[in-house]
């Protein structure tokens, strides 16, 4: 198949045959890329198809649905309650009243259907409205008694920043990581978006042992070493409380058996001379430690927990290795060439496959919004632009030659949303950059927040802050905002001017971060956040996309996370951000009372 019929193929299972580029020209994607592309759809969608069966998800609370050629029906709500339903004329009739969730109608003779009951919108928490926010990697906390990167150190933050008027404290993703082989301490490429990096245990729980000299630079892989031994050596001799811990804590997460298993397959270093079974134990044991400490970083007078979730996992991780049918093989996630990147991106890992992720009833989707609700308040998702479409590259080729694949939308939406209102999380979508105008208006309707950056608007007009938004200055992935100011004399320039024109006063040229974060208090987002880095006048970035420095995600805060926090200009500035009421006040009223 070629040509026009080729393409008509393609737009029929979902793809778009070009796009659209940040200067406007159009491009169409290659036969070579089509072809490839289409024969893995083709794939699966012939999988899915399944005539004795209505269609695998139903969003909303239908008066009858659709159950094929079943002869008998048992509709399992979310919280497990059962009822066995009548089927009639090849269809049931589920209960007007369904909760909102994520409910499964198991049917005898054809396929199960996936039942999404959302909310009206995406959940929203009400106290955080109007709120502020502190954002810091948990690899960058330390302290003089307390070195080693943990969980603990969250903690110690969401605790001390609160009485300063931190609603939230917000971090980078804290997945588990690859740190031996292969090695890929990028939070961005996890071995799995369920289970947790043991690294970030807290230190006082395990056995002693030597603490390694820490740099500025974290040594993942020295620390990853360290970890497994210690890990290892408690399995034959854990206390019964434990014991009694991982039981439940296994009962109520099958899924980490898998994951055990999984990481028992390919030792460590750590892991060297310990049987099978010990080191499957030593993961049940991380697993089930770092889950009650991520469960311990919230609470009463302490800021709430704001997690990161990745768009994908490692290519050799967890996800793809348990379960293969859900996602294209020959295919990676990327990005096409734009303003920053002329070569495009290849981000190494598997897409999704659209007909097999609703044959499951989005059940990933489901997991992943369900365990990082378990601890965190808020998610960001990654590249929110995913629920729509990904840019899939099949292997061989360029970045430049992928194509955009696109998937259910709202159905995804919808999942998202009941799984957030069960575990009452409040979503944001990071939508920076070129964004679709079908994701744009989706967020809309289901009133899903964004992000904004001012850093994107040093060299323009300063546009209105949105209300549905977490405003901050800069993502990680942009450069510190003093060097920005320190290397961008015209950017300086215009930013101040614009400042001082919004805030009706002076902006001096040793003002400007003091300046841009009235101008955050003042607006009507949602919730305004600040980097600790920016607080500090730190220069150096966390990360580069697209480039690997010594320093990439390795960075450590310069001094102990207290005595950062007890730095007089630091405190000055967090109220600055904190004291939004005051600030928006002032702003509308022109200046100083």
Known sequence: ?????????????????????????????????????????????AAAADPASGPPVVVGRPERIAVGAATEAVLELADGTTLALPVADGHVAPPPDLPVGCHRLALAGAADVTVVVPPPTMPRATRFAGGASLFVPAYALWERSAPLPSFAHLGALAASTHPLGIDVVTTLPLYAAFLDDPFDPSPYAPVSRLHWNEVYIDDATLPVAPVPDQERLIDWRELALRRRRQLVSMVDDLDPFIEAGIARFVATHPDVVDYAKFRAARPERGDAG????AIERSHLLAQYLADRQLAAIEGRERAALAL?????????GFETATHPELFAVGMTVGAPPDELFDGGQDWGFRPPLPAAGRRSGHALWRALVARAGEHASLLRIDHVMGVHRLWWVPDGMAPTEGAYVRYRRDEVLAVIAAEAART????VGEDLGTVPDEVREAMERWDVLGLHEDQFHVHRPLPRIPARSVAG???????????????????????????????????????????????????????????????IGETEPHNVPGR???????????????????????????KLLTHRDTRRDEHRSGGPA
Do not use: C
């Not at 310990?274 to 079974?277: E, F, G, K, T």
């Not at 009452?424 to 979503?427: A, G, L, M, P, Q």
């Not at 950017?491 to 024109?501: D, K, S």
């Not at 990439?552 to 805060?557: A, D, G, K, M, S």
């Open 473 to 535: 200055l800069r993502t990680h992935d942009m450069p510190a905002f003093a060097a920005v100011l320190r290397d961008d004399p015209t950017g300086l320039a215009t930013y101040r001017e614009h400042l001082a024109a919004e805030l009706g006063r002076a902006v001096g040229p040793d003002d400007v971060l003091d300046a841009a974060l009235e101008r955050l208090a003042a607006s009507d987002a949602y919730l305004v956040v600040a980097d600790l880095d920016d607080l």
């Open 308 to 316: 990161d979730l990745p768009i994908g996992t490692h290519p050799d």
């Open 1 to 45: 198949m070629n040509g026009e019929a080729l393409r008509e193929r393609a737009r029929e299972l979902g793809v778009e045959t070009g796009y659209w580029d940040v200067s406007g020209t159009y491009h169409e994607a290659s036969d070579a890329t089509l072809q490839a592309i289409v024969d893995v759809l083709e794939a699966d969608a």
């Open 274 to 277: 310990a049987p099978a079974a």
């Open 548 to 574: 690997v420095l010594p320093s990439t995600w390795r960075r450590r805060l310069p001094r102990p996370a207290s005595e950062v926090l007890a730095d007089p200009d630091v405190r000055r500035r967090i």
């Open 424 to 427: 009452k999380t409040t979503i």
